[in-house]
């Protein structure tokens, strides 16, 4: 990684009728993520100050608090190719308006091509992360534009996910995880040793949850062993508290399906209202309900499972299993090359007591973005269906009709896409400022 500074040269638009406390301001850019800056600069004496910083008066952002006489802030969420302005800001004073131009995007980056309904828009974002290295993190508006990006020297294509703490979850390694702010801090990082993370990754309240691989000897078929999966969960001081391996519950040679070197394939995990865990087979065709103490299997779900199915209820080399709600589950229905070339996002309930299934609803994707492998699906905003349809290289939001309101093309695959809430993001740079800022809120608005 590389860790030299860029100096970008500012602009003072004008100088403020106040004494000016701050000195010595210039902007330094990480070469690792391409989408935050820092502003430096010095204080007369040690005092909390904040930046305030936007592209339009109408949309400003503002900085974490910072503490000292010798100041590192950062400014997160900068467009690129985009002239800014900013303002150092404190309870005493402000500084002059400064203006900067952020740098043109990276040779590497995906190339994103839009084609949207005119009258749909959503609030949020759109979070992506590429298979390719060096690895791409970034986020796009309902326009396309892009918002946020970091920039990593390498990449594991598929476990990346949503964190809790204006927050993403990655890999850097086959055995090292992270938990990253969008504004650069990595607050968790973890080396699983000889646990080898695939797939899936997730934190459920404190704790951190992922599939691992598993192995058990076997002579035949032309192989040496099976190779199956398990799960890992390590709590907040990055102990691991619970483990699980599929080979302790089930006997190859005694399940009903096919004897291969890959065996089970785990793609996905998410934790159920009960603090189970549902775990997506793609090989089984079927979604599992694994006790999170015991580590019984509760239930498997798909063909040959434990439920009574019809033909439509049948789902094929699924992705992206997830509960709804407390009622219902989601997961991406990938479709078969020899069953059923179409993939779809089925949404379902279970009735354990009694061991009821019902299809609650099927949103199917055109032929044309039919996706054997990879992929995923997530409701947003009530009544859309957020599609990754990983083979064709299209993001695609839909109605419950399946109607097409918003299509983007590249020419890069993601294995997930994810919805980012505008405003649970943004409420947490906001939420500081109004705990760590103690000075009347008629003096910040006059000083921003």
């Known amino acids: 990684m590389i860790h030299r500074f860029l100096i970008v040269i500012i602009i003072i638009i004008s100088s403020c009728n106040k004494k000016n406390e701050f000195k010595n301001t210039s902007i330094n850019i990480p070469n ?18 904040q930046i305030s910083y936007w592209d339009d008066e109408n949309n400003k952002l503002f900085s974490g608090i910072n503490n000292s006489s010798k100041h590192d802030i950062a400014l997160p969420f900068l467009k690129p190719s985009t002239k800014y302005s900013f303002k150092i800001n404190s309870s005493s004073s402000y500084s002059p308006l400064y203006t900067f131009q952020t740098r043109d995007l990276p040779d590497f980056f995906p190339t994103l091509e839009l084609k949207k309904d005119s009258s749909f828009s959503f609030d949020g974002y759109l979070l992506f992360k590429t298979q390719t290295n060096p690895g791409i993190h970034f986020m796009i508006d309902d326009l396309g534009n892009i918002v946020w990006y970091s920039v990593a020297d390498s990449t594991l294509s598929r ?19 992270h938990e990253i702010r969008y504004d650069g801090d990595t607050i968790f990082s973890k080396n699983t040793k000889e646990n080898t993370l695939h797939h899936d990754i997730l934190i459920n309240d404190s704790i951190y949850v992922a599939l691992t691989y598993e192995y058990i000897n076997h002579k035949g078929n032309g192989f040496d062993s099976i190779m199956g999966d398990g799960i890992v969960v390590y709590d907040n001081e990055g102990d691991m508290i619970w483990k699980w391996n599929i080979f302790d519950h089930v006997d190859p040679l005694s399940e009903k399906y096919i004897i291969r070197e890959d065996w089970s394939h785990a793609n996905a995990i998410d ?10 087979f793609r090989n089984f065709d079927q979604i599992w309900k694994i006790n999170s103490k015991s580590g019984d299997i509760i239930w498997r779900l798909g063909i040959n499972g434990d439920f009574k199915f019809e033909e439509d209820d049948f789902f094929y080399q699924q992705h992206a299993i997830h ?11 990938n479709g078969s090359s020899e069953k059923r070339m179409t993939s779809r996002a089925l949404i379902f309930n279970i009735d354990e007591d009694d061991k009821k299934y019902k299809m609650s ?21 009530n009544d859309k269906y957020l599609f990754a349809s990983s083979v064709n290289n299209k993001t695609v939001i839909t109605n419950e009709n399946g109607e097409i309101l918003w299509n983007l093309s590249s020419d890069k695959s993601f294995y997930r896409v994810y919805y980012v809430d505008n405003k649970n993001l943004f409420s947490k740079i906001n939420e500081d400022r109004v705990k760590v800022l103690t000075f009347p809120f008629n003096i910040i608005d006059e000083l921003f």
């Open 159 to 177: 476990p990346f996910n949503l964190g809790n703490n204006f927050s993403y979850l990655s890999q850097s390694n086959k055995n090292i995880f």
């Open 271 to 280: 934790v159920d209202k009960d603090g189970s865990y549902l775990v997506s």
């Open 361 to 381: 609803k099927s949103v199917f994707l055109p032929d044309n973005l039919f996706s054997f492998k990879q992929g995923s699906v997530y409701m947003i905003e």
């Open 32 to 49: 690792y993520n391409h989408s935050k800056y820092h502003i430096n600069f010095e204080t007369t004496k040690q005092k909390k100050v």
């Open 323 to 333: 509960k709804i709600d407390n009622e219902k589950y989601m997961l991406f229905d």
